[in-house]
Each structure stands twice: as structure tokens, then as C-alpha cells.
């Protein structure tokens, strides 16, 4: 298993940007596909992007495409969000998700979670 922790959540207005951070450490860190998740408050946790291990393949959730980014840094267990001309709808907590299996759209919850970065988008 490997632990995550997310960073860089914060207030912002409609039509602005936040791009946040996800690093994972621990055992076999590299061979882990990894991805961003959300929840709204009373909602189920939901997809939003993923990266499969070698960072060739990204998924998107429709309501974030063209929006938000997806990529790995340096080193490759640092994985981003860029996200884009947030809207209200964007609000939740983000979660960082670390697993061996890809992070396909419809794929079961699984894998290693961090505590989360809330993100508050205003109109």
C-alpha cells in the first residue's frame, strides 16, 4: 500500500483556477496509477480524472473535460489537478486515489485515499 496527501484546495470564485497537488509515497510507489475524486456534501464520492502508471493514458469525467488537467510531476508520484474556469458545481473535498488497477470512470473505490482538500467555488 501507499500513502497519499493531498494539498492546494482553497476559496475561489467562478472563472478561476486552483491547481492542486497529490504526492504518494511508500513501497512500489511508481507502478501506481493514480487519480482525483470528489464529494459534495451529501453526495456519493465521485470520478473526476486519472493517469494510468506510465502517464500515457487520462481519463476525465465529462463535466471536467476541457476544464481540468491531469498530469505527474517530478518525480512521477507527484500527480496535479489543474482545474479551469471552476464553477459553483466544482465545490467538494478532492480526494488523491493510488492503485494498481487504472482509475477507469466507472471503477470500484479502491486503492489508498488521502484525507482530502476542499475546494469552494462562489458565484
Known amino acids: 500500500q501507499v500513502q497519499v496527501l493531498e494539498s492546494g484546495g482553497g476559496l475561489v470564485q467562478a472563472g478561476g483556477s486552483l491547481r492542486l497537488s497529490c504526492t504518494a509515497s511508500g513501497r512500489a510507489v511508481f507502478n501506481y496509477n493514480m487519480g482525483w475524486f470528489r464529494q459534495a456534501p451529501g453526495k456519493e464520492r465521485q470520478f473526476v480524472a486519472s493517469m494510468n502508471v506510465g502517464g500515457g493514458t487520462t481519463w476525465y469525467a465529462a463535466s471536467v473535460e476541457g476544464r481540468f488537467t491531469i498530469s505527474r510531476g517530478n518525480p512521477p508520484s507527484i500527480l496535479y489537478l489543474q482545474m479551469n474556469s471552476l464553477k459553483p458545481e466544482d465545490t467538494g473535498t478532492y480526494f488523491c486515489?493510488?492503485?494498481?488497477?487504472?482509475?477507469?470512470?466507472?471503477?470500484?473505490?479502491?486503492?489508498?485515499w488521502g484525507q482530502g482538500t476542499q475546494v469552494t467555488v462562489t458565484s
Open positions: 486515489n493510488a492503485r494498481t488497477r487504472n482509475i477507469e470512470p466507472a471503477s470500484e473505490l479502491e486503492g489508498s
